[in-house]
């Protein structure tokens, strides 16, 4: 399936790849992408949690400078600066939130903090 | 480029107010501290009127989507300006007045108040978007002042709970999105909207959008889900709502939900919308989404005893409601030939919509925000178990009327604004011949009866009960918060005679939709009809 | 522009009424009618009507006297003079058939069709001489049983008072309306305002649990009977396209051309609607007119006070059927099957009734048995084609009827309600009673069939022309039951009114103070009628006796010749009786039918002496030779007197499983209804309930459903979008 | 002026919800019987009856143009009518409760008016949209009646009838907005010169129901589909068998004058709106289901007054009699002639009055003795005279006792039903033709009895008898509001207009029925002539759609397209 994807997409341009092919770019940034969320689903610390999080925005970058390789541009590029931009905010915003419930609480078990539900 | 800039005036302007707030807040004198609600509404005024006056600059196939969305945004960003005033640093402040020492490190008022305009800015700058990275920045614009916002709401682990669910979960999905957003991207070669548009319309004539399109696309709604609290991104909502303090999570309950449907739109403007309808995957895709939310969101809400959470799940349903009207489209069936009306375009009714549920839900989450009582650790608690409004009738006559009139606008009764709001979403449905998804809106209109009478039962019909574990409720001393509660249900009521159908006039205004032209090749028929085709080319030249 | 205050301009009808409308333009021989008899007709109903509205005032002014009652002897004299004009001027005539139409006011006026179609069914009357000849006996009936009951409901004086004569007033109007209408709708107002008196006349006493059911089942199998009238009504009018006598009657295409089909023989091309009309009437007449199998409510309905017996339940209302049929018989005639079920049912009735009347103690529930069994004589008399016949009996029969009812209500009035008549004896011999038990004896023998007696005479009637019209098995049914009457009215009359002097109080005994109901019971005496009941009686005697001479001057032919259902018996006379001429031979064979009966009761239960002819032994008023011979006869003679079990019959067939049912439905509605209602409100809560414990406040858990619910949603797009 | 028959209720319910308590009562009346007064006005001068089929007195003010929607107002005479029993009873219902509620009266009266300003505006609405809102706003009024005045179990019943009724108006609102877009599409396609766009008014729908299929009118089956959606929130509404179990609930629960007006009008906006919508809109719908629903109605007939005859609670008794009652109107209605629907029309009104008046004398006979079970009341004739009369009259109106009101509108219900049927060619003169006919009649006609047994029986119990009062309650122990063993002159002076306009209906039903002729002849005639369209065949909207697309291939979309890859 996912071979077909990459050739297809790939058919409509005028220079194509040899070598690695934008397929190569995309599996590696979709597994990225699947590890981040399978990190995120199953660790329970919250930094953890968090530097997955980063792991799945890092594989968005990884395939938006395939994209951009491939369609001879460099938005994808400028998109990443961007997106690198948006972690760091959240990064910061992640570590100063981790703090604060670790004062609240000594702990970084995201499933000691389960008062509200239902 | 004079234009682009032009179009952005009411961002500046609230992010120049966003920055005189910030230092205001830090004044070491409490009255100029004070100044910044009033400063932050009077920033979102300007803002509003410069955006009803000043032309859309983008070339997204939803031109003058911005106009709106940014008068809308200012509009009920004053009442959750005025909802919001006198929470930040409301423990502390009280201590300076007691003749504590002003402590710049400790004040968060500045701060509050600057990441709330950060958020309507980046909201407006949301509406505004004609390109992916500039849509993606402003949503998490939109988001990451939140997350602080509900931290800091109150002093309760709660707060904190909810922040981390909020902020955690937000991370998620906004790593969802951004990648449909990549592979969006990947798909067209481009990231404006408007090339996209165009890229999308030839593909679509060429037999139809290539998977990583339609992945994308998928992949972006089921991110913004989050943003909209839609079904299977929802889980965080009532507990984040709860968490937070009632005006904050009025807040929650309008800026990202208004966020996420416009970056909806915007996205799925930019396919071309071939007899009306969606392509396959994506048309049932949201049909899906749709069915999920309202259903979910209202069996859910049956059973709560908070009321915020109840409120939350209503915010679920409602986004449901409004995926209805996103699936129902532009209207380009009907409008051949003429302009859509809100009549048959659902964007312009989930437009619509969204002043209409602001105005609503803001007055219910004023309700509870204006009712508090001291508990033991000395921070006031708001009214949130649904047995602190039983029998409100008695004691706060006021406040019952505002909830029972918000919950009967929620609920859609008519003739009050919620009807209004409403009709619009059955209309383009029917029109796009989505029947039974509009009988399933019904049925679900129904369910929602029950949790909203109930609302109204416990506010008008029953008598107070007094316990002695459970002080009286008080009322909170802000001003703001009365006033809020005040406007939005007279909104409620007024809107939907004077004034609510100009808006909804307005809202069709802002939906209007452009399709891009496809560029006929060689082997390709003109795929046309030729009753679509006019409008696009006066546009497209 | 028509204001709405034009709108009630036709108010204006009400005022001006009396008014009398020519008889519509085409029609042939609408006879000359002497006069402007439109003031006399319209009194007819409305003294009546005014009548109960003084009453209903008297009860609001809580008038204590007997002012109701005067009130209402006025007006309704007033009616029966009004009616005796009419009659002359309808009749005075050189015979062919005079009709008239006189319209008080609109009722219902509706234009349905683009055509200009109505429904119109305006309070208006027709009158002809059927009309004149049922209200003769009404209204002078009812004026007479009116001045009695003055007097045998003074104990009521008061509200009750008031109340009796409002009702008694109020069903003189509806029966005006029911024989006077002019058309269906109308003669189905008076037909059930007569319903609804009878049911509040027979639930006078509410007090007494028996009378509210009495009442109750009186209404509601009239009802089953309305149903089949309101049906016919509905047929004959989608038929016909009116209800209004004047057209259905005298326009050519319409009843006149099928009984002229009918007499012609050619009865194929009579279309089914026309032969379902008669049928379904059929069925509101048996209902009214207390024949099976709706007749068990008469016996009961004598829970009321006896002038309301006599006069609604014996003489007046019982007989609507049987004008129903008698007016209605050009369209009887155009249906054989119709006749034979009218005439089967009338036999039948006529002889099960009279047997259950043999066997009966309580002197009030014979005379109601033996009504019914008259009034299948009626039946099978108009059903024979022999209109006069039936019509007649009706005259006759509502005259010593009424006096026998009124008779035994004396008797009643006098015996505290004593009514059982093994406890009774002698009466005859008491003092004061004397006009009382020759009244009564007046009436056996007309009922009892006793040469040439009004009785003797009409039933003649009906039994000869049932031979003479082909119908010899009901002719000799009937004449087996003029024997059984005469036995039981005679059984009567030996056991109560003459012989051993023996009294017994009934239940309506009140003690005096300070004493036991053992010692009133010693110290009971009878008190005897006074002037009122005396004057009356008088009258009725004298009437019943009278009123045989009306045979001979073929009275009640010329009146039916001339009405609607005149000239449909003059068939062949072919059938035979005995091999002679039924006419004739009739008059001896039912008088030795009658006879024999006598004698009989004689032998059975008459008391020693002359009044029996010597062949009675009867010493005592508890027992009688009959008793000796009951256990001979086995069950039948106690089945007979449990009526036949049909009561029972009726309860265990009929009302116990429609309670049954009732109660069915209503825990079906209970349970499964409202049961499903309730699941569905509740399914959303137990969906809810379902998914709720997804909400568990983790965030990890969260988490994985979203990234889940992804996979699903996007797994699920993918598989419908390529299926 | 109809306006102010709507907004003059609804001012005054303001103003006694500004005014202090003492005046509620007097503001009440005020109000109504301007209602009243403004009514007989426009009765009496300004609404020319002999135009009865006509929309008169229009009014209009813009609303939502986008959607062509406008508070939009005229009356035909069936309105009219309506209207009148609506103003009629007002005063009767803020009068009879001046002794029931003494507790919150303020907001009683005030919902009442409300209530009365709401129900006016259902009648006088010409625009669907305008119809829905006042339609579903009565909801609000009578559920805060219900649920803060009633008896014991008064919340759930109001909850119940709240919920019932709005969630099938709901499905209502869907069909009749299918309706509107399908007017809009025709004429955007001008398939027809129409009044262009969105519009959802009377006027427009009505003229879209007699375009043949052809034309760009429905066909037979889409309006089939759209006759179930509108009727389910009528017949929830009326409420017709199955969807009738809130009812006896919100009957019983309800405050007396609560009861009074549900029974009275509220009842009433479902026939009037299946009159107005289900045969005026989708008459070919309403041809192919009358059976359907005939049937339903009959069963209601017969099941409901069987279920009245074993209650036990007497205001629970005259509630099933409503469902059954109901029946009688829905049959008329879909007999679908003159004489079948004047004969509903007039049933409406009737039932208003008889019932209403039961329902009145049974909440009489509550305030006195605080029960309503037959069991523990009986033989009130004795303590109650003049209260006993009332009750024996009204109880034979609602037998349907020929000279009362009853008896006219259920025969011409009947008479429609039986009429209507296969009769041409069989030499009848009077049959139209239907969907029903004599069956249907004749099973109908059986309610005839079982009316009768029921009410007998409830009569039987309560009037007639020993005297049974509960335990513990002596004549003279009528306490709280000092009210006299027997009716009083108020309660006599309530009844009185009841009882006459019951005798009136019932003697003289004449002018009423003139009125009837023109609007039900043209209704008739409407349905007659749109069953020539029911043979039609339905234009095909897929062939429509291919011959718009020159390509001739719609484009349809696929995941894989195997011939482009590489």
Request: hydrophobic share 55%.
């Amino acid at each position: 399936m996912l071979v077909d994807i990459a050739t297809m997409a790939q058919g409509d341009f005028p220079e194509p790849m040899t070598g690695l092919t934008l397929m190569h770019y995309l599996m590696t940034s979709g597994l990225l992408f699947a590890l981040g969320l399978v990190g995120f689903v199953t660790r329970r610390n919250l930094i953890i949690m968090f530097l997955c999080t980063e792991l799945m925005f890092q594989a968005a970058g990884i395939a938006l400078i395939a994209f951009s390789r491939f369609h001879l541009n460099h938005t994808g590029e400028t998109f990443v600066i961007f997106v690198l931009t948006i972690a760091a905010a959240e990064a910061a915003l992640a570590l100063a939130l981790v703090v604060l419930l670790f004062r609240r609480k000594e702990t970084l078990d995201a499933s000691s903090w389960a008062e509200l539900r239902g | 480029m004079e234009a682009k800039l032009a179009s952005l005036y009411p961002e500046i302007t609230l992010f120049i107010t966003t920055c005189a707030v910030m230092v205001l807040g830090l004044s070491p004198q409490a009255a100029l501290r004070r100044l910044c609600p009033g400063l932050a509404i009077m920033g979102l005024v300007f803002a509003g009127v410069l955006a009803l006056t000043t032309t859309p600059g983008a070339e997204t196939p939803l031109p003058m989507l911005p106009m709106y969305a940014k008068t809308l945004v200012a509009g009920v960003g004053v009442l959750l300006a005025l909802l919001l005033a006198g929470s930040a640093d409301r423990v502390y402040e009280a201590m300076i007045d007691r003749g504590a020492k002003f402590d710049a490190l400790r004040s968060n008022t500045g701060e509050f108040w600057s990441f709330f305009l950060f958020s309507m800015t980046g909201l407006m700058l949301c509406a505004g978007a004609d390109d992916l990275i500039w849509l993606f920045l402003a949503l998490e614009l939109v988001s990451l002042p939140t997350y602080v916002m509900v931290a800091v709401s109150t002093g309760r682990n709660r707060s904190k709970e909810a922040a981390v669910k909020y902020f955690f979960l937000g991370a998620l999905g906004a790593a969802v999105f951004l990648y449909g957003f990549v592979l969006i991207y990947g798909a067209a070669g481009s990231t404006d909207l408007a090339t996209i548009a165009t890229v999308f319309a030839q593909q679509q004539a060429e037999g139809g959008l290539g998977p990583i399109a339609i992945g994308g696309i998928m992949l972006s709604l089921l991110g913004l889900c989050f943003k909209i609290a839609a079904v299977p991104m929802h889980f965080y909502t009532p507990d984040v709502y709860q968490g937070a303090s009632a005006p904050v999570a009025a807040m929650l309950a309008f800026v990202p939900k208004t966020a996420g449907f416009i970056a909806i739109l915007l996205i799925l403007a930019c396919v071309r919308w071939p007899d009306g309808a969606l392509p396959e995957p994506i048309h049932a895709l949201v049909w899906v989404l749709a069915v999920l939310t309202m259903t979910v969101g209202n069996v859910l809400a049956l059973l709560q005893r908070s009321a915020k959470r109840l409120l939350a799940y209503s915010s679920i349903a409602h986004s449901g409601y409004m995926l209805v009207g996103v699936l129902a489209g532009p209207g380009l069936a009907q409008a051949a030939g003429a302009d859509a009306s809100i009549a048959t375009s659902g964007f312009a009714a989930v437009l619509f919509y969204l002043f209409v549920y602001g105005i609503s839900t803001v007055g219910a989450f004023a309700v509870l925000a204006c009712l508090e009582r001291t508990s033991p650790d000395g921070e006031p608690e708001e009214a949130d178990d649904l047995d602190d409004l039983r029998g409100l009738w008695k004691t706060h006559p006021s406040m019952a009327a505002v909830m029972a009139l918000s919950a009967f606008g929620l609920l859609g009764l008519p003739p009050l604004l919620g009807f209004v709001g409403k009709l619009p979403l059955f209309t383009s449905a029917i029109s796009a011949e989505e029947i039974p998804l509009v009988i399933i809106l019904g049925l679900n209109s129904a369910i929602a009866a029950f949790y909203y009478l109930r609302l109204v039962a416990l506010t008008l019909l029953e008598n107070p009960e007094k316990l002695p574990t459970r002080p009286e409720l008080k009322m909170a001393p802000m001003s703001g918060r009365r006033t809020a509660a005040l406007l939005s249900a007279t909104g409620v009521i007024v809107f939907a005679f004077i004034g609510g159908p100009q808006i909804a006039g307005f809202a069709e205004r802002g939906a209007t939709y452009i399709p891009k032209r496809v560029h006929t090749g060689e082997a390709a028929a003109p795929v046309d009809t030729p009753a679509d085709a006019e409008p696009v080319a006066v546009r497209d030249e | 522009m028509t204001s709405g205050l034009d709108m009630l301009t036709p108010l204006a009808d009400l005022i001006g009424s009396g008014a009398l409308a020519a008889p519509p333009a085409g029609e042939k021989a609408a006879g000359a009618v002497h006069g402007d008899i439109g003031a006399w007709v319209m009194a007819i109903p409305f003294l009546p009507l005014l009548g109960s509205l003084l009453c209903v005032l008297c009860a609001i002014f809580k008038v204590k006297s007997k002012l109701p009652a005067w009130i209402t002897v006025a007006g309704l004299a007033g009616a029966f003079v009004a009616a005796f004009v009419m009659f002359q001027q309808t009749t005075g005539a050189d015979g062919g058939s005079q009709w008239a139409v006189a319209k008080a006011f609109d009722w219902i006026n509706f234009q349905w069709g683009s055509e200009g179609q109505a429904l119109v069914a305006n309070f208006s009357f027709y009158v002809d001489s059927l009309t004149c000849l049922w209200m003769l006996f009404v209204t002078g009936l009812a004026t007479l049983i009116a001045l009695y009951a003055s007097e045998y409901m003074s104990h009521d004086k008061g509200p009750g008072y008031c109340r009796f004569f409002f009702a008694f007033n109020l069903f003189v109007f509806s029966m005006a309306c029911l024989v006077m209408g002019d058309n269906l709708l109308l003669l189905f107002l008076g037909w059930e305002g007569v319903g609804l008196c009878s049911y509040l006349l027979i639930g006078y006493f509410y007090k007494k649990e028996s009378a509210v059911a009495a009442a109750k089942k009186a209404f509601i199998m009239n009802r089953i009977g309305d149903l089949g009238l309101s049906l016919g009504v509905m047929l004959t009018f989608v038929h016909f396209g009116t209800l209004e006598y004047a057209q259905l009657f005298h326009d050519p295409e319409m009843f006149p051309k099928y009984l002229a089909l009918a007499q012609a023989g050619d009865f194929a091309s009579i279309p089914w609607q026309v032969e379902l009309i008669p049928i379904l009437l059929a069925v509101g007449a048996f209902g009214k007119s207390a024949q099976f199998p709706l007749y068990v409510w008469l016996p009961d309905a004598m829970e009321g006070p006896t002038p309301v017996s006599a006069l609604i339940h014996a003489a007046t209302m019982v007989t609507a059927g049987v004008y129903l049929v008698a007016r209605f018989l050009p369209v009887f005639a155009a249906n054989q099957a119709a006749l034979g079920l009218v005439i089967l049912i009338g036999a039948f009735t006529a002889l099960l009734s009279a047997t259950i009347a043999m066997r009966q103690y309580d002197i009030k529930r014979i005379m109601a048995y033996s009504t019914v069994s008259q009034l299948g004589y009626m039946f099978v008399g108009v059903a024979v084609l022999a209109p006069s016949g039936g019509a007649f009996h009706v005259f006759t029969h509502a005259f010593f009827k009424a006096t026998l009812f009124l008779c035994c209500g004396a008797v009643m009035h006098g015996f505290a309600g004593q009514l059982d008549l093994r406890k009774l004896s002698g009466v005859m011999s008491m003092k004061g009673w004397l006009i009382v038990s020759l009244a009564m004896l007046v009436g056996c023998l007309n009922l009892a069939g006793v040469p040439f007696t009004a009785g003797y005479f009409s039933k003649d009637m009906i039994l000869a022309e049932s031979f003479v019209n082909g119908h010899a098995i009901a002719g000799w049914v009937l004449l087996i039951t003029a024997g059984l009457t005469a036995y039981y009215t005679f059984r009567v009359f030996f056991r109560v009114f003459v012989g051993p002097t023996h009294a017994e109080p009934g239940e309506d005994l009140h003690p005096h103070e300070g004493e036991s109901m053992e010692e009133a019971k010693a110290n009971f005496h009878a008190h005897a009628p006074g002037w009122a009941i005396n004057l009356v009686l008088g009258i009725l005697l004298v009437g019943s006796i009278l009123v045989a001479f009306l045979y001979p001057m073929h009275w009640a032919d010329d009146m039916i010749a001339t009405s609607t259902a005149g000239g449909i018996g003059a068939g062949d006379h072919t059938g035979t009786v005995l091999g002679m001429d039924p006419h004739k031979v009739m008059y001896y064979v039912s008088a030795v039918f009658g006879v024999t009966g006598i004698l009989i009761a004689a032998f059975l239960h008459g008391p020693k002496g002359l009044w029996s002819l010597g062949i009675g032994n009867r010493s005592e008023a508890e027992t009688s030779r009959a008793d000796a011979l009951v256990p001979k006869v086995g069950p039948v003679a106690h089945l007979a007197e449990r009526k036949w079990l049909v009561d029972e019959l009726y309860h265990a067939t009929i009302a116990m499983p429609l309670r049954v049912i009732a109660h069915i439905s209503h825990a079906l509605d209970r349970l499964l209804v409202d049961g499903l209602v309730n699941l569905f409100g509740w399914l959303p809560r137990l969906f809810g309930r379902t998914i709720r414990p997804a909400q568990n406040g983790l965030l990890h858990s969260y988490a994985i459903r979203m990234v889940g619910g992804v996979g699903v949603v996007v797994l699920l797009v993918v598989l419908v979008t390529l299926l | 002026m109809l306006a102010l028959l709507i907004l003059l209720p609804i001012v005054f319910g303001l103003l006694i919800a500004l005014a202090p308590s003492a005046q509620a009562k007097l503001i009440g009346v005020v109000g109504t019987f301007l209602q009243l007064g403004v009514f007989l006005i426009i009765a009496l001068y300004q609404f020319d009856w002999s135009l009865g089929a006509m929309q008169q007195l229009k009014t209009t003010y813009p609303w939502l143009p986008q959607f062509g929607i406008e508070l939009s107002m005229g009356v035909d005479s069936i309105a009219m009518l309506l209207l009148g029993l609506t103003a009629f009873l007002g005063p009767i219902l803020v009068i009879s409760s001046f002794s029931a509620v003494s507790t919150r009266p303020k907001t009683y009266y005030a919902w009442l008016l409300v209530l009365q300003g709401a129900m006016a505006g259902v009648f006088c609405a010409r625009d669907a949209v305008l119809f829905y809102v006042f339609f579903e706003f009565t909801l609000v009024p009578l559920y805060m009646l219900i649920s803060l005045y009633g008896s014991s179990n008064r919340k759930a019943a109001a909850t119940k009838f709240f919920l019932y009724t709005f969630t099938g108006s709901l499905i209502t609102l869907a069909g009749v907005v299918f309706l509107c877009w399908w007017n809009a599409t025709q004429v955007a396609q001008g398939a027809y010169a129409g009044a262009g766009g969105w519009t959802f008014s009377f006027q427009a729908l009505e003229s879209l129901a007699m375009l043949s299929p052809d034309a760009g009118g429905m066909p037979a089956f889409v309006q089939t589909w759209v006759f179930a959606a509108l009727i389910v929130g009528f017949a929830v509404k009326v409420p017709l068998f199955p969807f009738h179990t809130w009812l006896p609930l919100a009957h019983t629960e309800a405050p007396t004058a609560g009861s009074v007006v549900l029974a009275g009008v509220l009842l009433k906006l479902g026939t009037y709106g299946m009159y107005r919508f289900c045969l005026g809109m989708t008459p070919l719908g309403a041809i192919e289901l009358a059976p359907v629903i005939a049937v339903l109605a009959i069963i209601g007939i017969v099941y409901a007054g069987l279920v009245c005859w074993v209650q036990r609670d007497v205001k629970k008794l005259v509630a099933y009699s409503s469902v059954s009652h109901l029946g009688f109107c829905v049959l008329g209605l879909f007999a679908l002639n003159s004489i079948g629907l004047s004969g509903s029309v007039l049933y409406m009104i009737n039932h208003g009055l008889s019932t209403g008046a039961l329902f009145l004398l049974i909440g009489m006979v509550y305030e006195r003795y605080h029960t309503r079970s037959m069991g523990e009341l009986g033989g009130l004739a004795k303590r109650m005279p003049v209260w006993s009369s009332f009750m024996v009259f009204f109880a034979m109106a609602s037998v349907g006792l020929p000279g009362l009101n009853g008896f006219v509108s259920e025969f011409m219900c009947l008479l429609g039903a039986f009429q209507s049927g296969a009769w041409t060619g069989t030499g009848s003169i009077a049959g139209t033709v239907g969907d029903l006919g004599p069956w249907f009649a004749a099973f109908a006609a059986l309610g005839l009895i079982v009316t009768a047994i029921y009410i007998l029986y409830m009569v039987g119990k309560v009037v007639w008898g020993e005297l049974r009062e509960p335990q513990g309650h002596s004549a003279s122990s009528h306490d709280d509001h000092a009210l006299p063993t027997d009716l009083n002159a108020r309660e006599i002076g309530v009844l009185i207009p009841l009882a006459v306009a019951c005798l009136f209906l019932g003697l003289y039903p004449t002018p009423v029925l003139r009125s009837l002729e023109a609007p039900t002849r043209a209704m008739a005639v409407r349905v007659e002539s749109a069953r020539e369209h029911l043979a039609v065949p339905p234009v095909d909207l897929a062939t429509d759609e291919a011959a718009d697309a020159p390509t001739g291939e719609p484009i349809t979309l696929r995941t894989t397209n195997e011939g482009e890859g590489e």
